[in-house]
Every structure is written in C-alpha cells, then in structure tokens.
C-alpha cells in the first residue's frame, strides 16, 4: 500500500524533489477522509521497494532480479464507469545504502503528465478498477528504489475519478535463482557453441567448391545463436544496463529469423523436382516476408522497451496514437507471418510427396545414387523431426507460462504452476542442440574428388563436395 503525503509546499511538483517518509511535510492518517480537505495537487502518494522499516533494513532488492515491473491499483470510495482515463505525474529514485540521498531514475519534469486507460467494474459494491502497468525497468541496480506518484485534478485532470480509498503498488521481479541458472547455462553454451562454429567455419574454407546457399545461412545461424548466447547478465551485476532487455528482444528476434530463413531454404532445396538451385531469388517472396515481419518487431521493440531505457513509465500504449502505431505494426507482423507459415506448410507437403516418389524409385537406379538419396532422404527426416519435436515442446511452454501468468493476472493462486523456469531453461538447451545438430549434420566435407565418389541429385556424374545437398559414399574401388 502506497502512503500518502499532503505536499502542501509542492516540492514535488515544482521542484521534482523525492518524496518519502522523512521529506514529507504532512503524512496523511486516511486518504478516504482527509482527500476531502486537501487539493489533489498536493497529495503525493510514494512507497519504498522493497520496505523503508527500520527493523526490515537487511532486505533489499538484488541485482539478480535482472527486471523490475511495478503495477498500480487504484480502490475508490464508489464504482466509477466502465472505461477511464487515468492522469498522474511520476517519479522513480533508488539507493544502495539507508543512509545515501535518493538518487533520481526518472524525475517529474514540470508540467508533464503520463495517461493510461483503466476499466472499472460498474457494480457500485465491488469497487475495484484494472491494474496498470506503471512502470518497467530493465535492470535492478539499486537495492532501495523510492515511486512517487501525483493525480493531479488541474486543467481537467481526472475529473471522473472519484475519491480514493486505497493506493497499491504491486511488484514483479525476475527471480534470483533463475537468473542464476540461466547465466549458468549460457555460461556453460557460450564456448561450446563458439568452437562448433569455429569448427564449421574451418570445414567451409577447407571445401574444395565455394559452398552452398544453405550452408552460409547455417553459418550465420550458428553465429547469431553464439550471440545470444553471450552472458552479458555479468554486466548487469556490476553497471546499470537497462538496455539489456531490448539487447535479449533483437537478439532473439534475429535467431527466429535466421530459423525462419534456415526452414525456407532446407525444405525448398530437398524439393526433387526443383529445376535451379542454391539461388536466393527463388524465395525472394519468402524472406522479404521474414524481414518485414523482424522489421516491424524491432521498430515496435524500439518504441515500447527502447523508451523505457530513459523513461521507465513510458508506454506505447498510453496514447491513441501509439496504441494505433503498435496495432498497425502487429497487424503487419501477424500478417506476413501467416503468409510465411502457409508457404511453409505448402512446400513441405511438395518435398514430402517428392520425396515418397522417388524413394519408390530407388529399388531400379544404381547403387551410388541409391546410396546419395536415401542419406539426403534420412537427413531431411532428422532434421524435420527435430523441427517438429522443437516447435511442439515451445508452443507448450508458451501456454504453460501463461497459465503460470494467471497469479499475476487473475488472482487465481489455484492455477499457478511452478514449471516455467525449468521449461524456459530447458527450451533454450533444447534450441542450442537444435543448432548444433544442425552445424554437425550439414557441415561441408573437405575430401577430395579422387578420394570419395559423390553425386549430384540430378546428375550422377558430379556433387559440389560441400554443403548440406552433398553426401559421401564409400570410396571409388568400392563402388565399381
């Protein structure tokens, strides 16, 4: 519960001082009787994360958090309509010690003023408004952190919002453990992933041919994949780095990307009946799909948590026209990665039914050319299984952590489930064997021509000795 102080000399407004216990000039006893007495200008409601209690001063806020969202509720004296507008001035301090000045986060600048929409409950016995989401910090650098928060009732101001009878503000954090064991299993992926790569880099300059269109995409997959897997977490223990969040947000976004653009052309090049190959404006519709979808992600990103690195109380969703930016740019996201997943889908079916009918050819041809198909065969059928395995067990991940999320939401104790951050560590492990799977299995081979027999999917007489479309025989004398 926020404390409420009567402001009567407006430092906080005028002079953006910080307000708590000690600045205060008069502690109001009861908002629901002494707020009729007291301008709302002067009212300023403040709370110390995570306590201000002499006796309670060993706890503190730890840099292991990593986040830190703060949620505002308001309790008025009598129902208000279904949908508000919510007005308030803010203001974000922290501290390392009791006994230090509060150091400013996000001071109120004079005169400016942040809006959310709220919706009340019309029965006047419930009382209660939705929760709003006032602020977010990207990273937890301070163990004491002071919010001050002001409804003015100047200009117009919250004329519909009645008296109040209590002020909350509910906290969420990353929890200290889990962010230790997912440092750890980054810590532990970072150099095993670097050294695959390096090994893969190795195997493509070794190659005898220039290497494939597939092959320099998994390249860059493996690298994408070693960046994110940086544990930069080690910063955020030493320095401030809000930023870090919006880093995670890019990062990501350029894996599932890279993912994306990896499936596109690892089924559309195991197509049978393709005529050109290893060209990428065969799938020019495709990966402009893909990027436009990133673009439109990353802009939003930088509009929503890119703000918030200096203004912790900023919201696109605040305003008309940033909640009409951010419904625009989601509609253009969802819509280009429908059309992604229907190309997906068609061209899987077409290598699939491709495939099926000539491996039923395959008793009749040769045995060298039996041999390059039926290991082509088995290595698309490892890598869509490990696909498939992979995409299920992240969509159920997804509806489990939501579930979990319905405490937050809802209230609802009962539906709480204790699995997301093994599920969430789990997941990534299960993504970064997805991508050294994939650097192992179709790593070039750097045998050369006089050594090894190799064919071609359409030609028996030559195979490029790199990339994922080349599979190795046994030797030449073996073969005859």
Known sequence: TMRACNDYYQKFENFTKPIDKDSCPEKIKSIEVDNVRIAGNNVVYYVVLPTDASHLQDITMSRWFQWLIGVLNLSPLRGLSASTQLTYKAALFGRNTMDEGWIPIREQEPGYVYSRKIDCDLDPEIKSCSDINLFELGSV???????????????????????????????IHQNGGFSKLWVAHKTTMFPVLLIACALFARQVSLAKSSPLLITRVIQWLGVINVVLNVPLEYLS???????????????SGAFLAAMAILWLLFIGEHRMDLDQRNRLSNYWKEITAILVCSLVMFLFDLIERGLQITDPFHSVWSSVSGESTARTLLIVSASCACFYLCVLVYLMVRAVLSMSRKRSSLANVGRVRRLYYEGLITRFKVMVYSTVVCGLLTV?????VNINEMYYKWGRSEEQLNIGSGFMIGMAGLWNLYVLNTLFLYAPTSASPEQYETVEMNDVSAVPTSGGLAVLTKPREDCD
């Open 141 to 171: 650098f301070y163990k004491h952190y002071l919010v001050n928060v002001q409804l003015p009732d100047r200009n117009g101001y919250n004329r519909r919002i009645p008296r109040l009878r209590e002020v909350s503000l509910a906290i």
């Open 237 to 251: 223990l030493a320095i401030d780095a809000p930023w870090l969040r919006l880093w995670y947000d890019c990062t």
């Open 396 to 400: 159920i991940m997804f509806i489990l």
